[in-house]
């Protein structure tokens, strides 16, 4: 964990307690986590930036039914999720299937911006569940109790979705002689 002069917890009593300045302070401290972790859902910048100006509205406007301060993480990632996908809800048609992504750059020897790519276009095959659940423990360091608290399914589902996507992650990412020699 990173040591914080100010705890989240501290900055979430003060925030209810109309101090502008410490919600100010919990922007800043989660802005750019929120944005990405949004972002790589549905990766539209401009929609993940008026997502993102939402979220944090609407924890401002709820702060006081949060019940435990020390949990605001994982409540401000629950309200992000619940905004991101009924954003994709609306975008989507039902029974309209995910989009086919290009296969990804591969090779035993890729460039940092090749490797981000082929990273990129492997989680754009991923289904929305599992690639929340890779984003959630890689990119965002939550602990799989946290991710199902902001998912609202069982850490048991939590582990599923995750360890498939990495089985599914490390076959599309394997370089193309390794996959042919298994």
């Not at 301060?69 to 039902?94: C, K, M, T, V, Y």
């Not at 995910?98 to 790519?117: C, I, M, N, Q």
């Amino acid at each position: 964990m990173i040591f914080r002069e100010v705890e989240d917890r501290d900055l979430v009593g003060k925030a209810r307690r109309g101090d502008v300045d410490a919600y100010n302070t919990l922007v800043s401290r989660w802005d750019r986590r929120v944005f990405n972790y949004i972002l790589r859902l549905v990766r539209n910048r401009e929609d993940a930036m008026d997502l993102s100006q939402e979220v944090f509205l609407k924890a401002y406007q709820n702060l006081g039914k949060l019940d435990d301060p020390g949990r605001f993480a994982p409540w401000l990632f629950r309200i992000a999720h619940n905004e991101s996908f009924s954003l994709l809800r609306r975008q989507r048609p039902d029974g309209e299937e995910l989009k086919e992504t290009a296969s990804p750059p591969s090779g035993p020897h890729l460039l940092p911006v090749e490797t981000s790519l082929a990273v990129a276009a492997a989680l754009e095959r991923l289904s929305p569940e599992q690639r929340e659940a890779v984003v959630l423990k890689i990119y965002q360091g939550f602990k799989f109790d946290e991710m199902a608290e902001i998912l609202d399914c069982p850490v048991s589902t939590i582990k599923s979705r995750l360890y498939t996507a990495l089985d599914l992650l490390k076959d599309t990412l394997a370089p193309v002689q390794l996959r042919g020699a298994q």
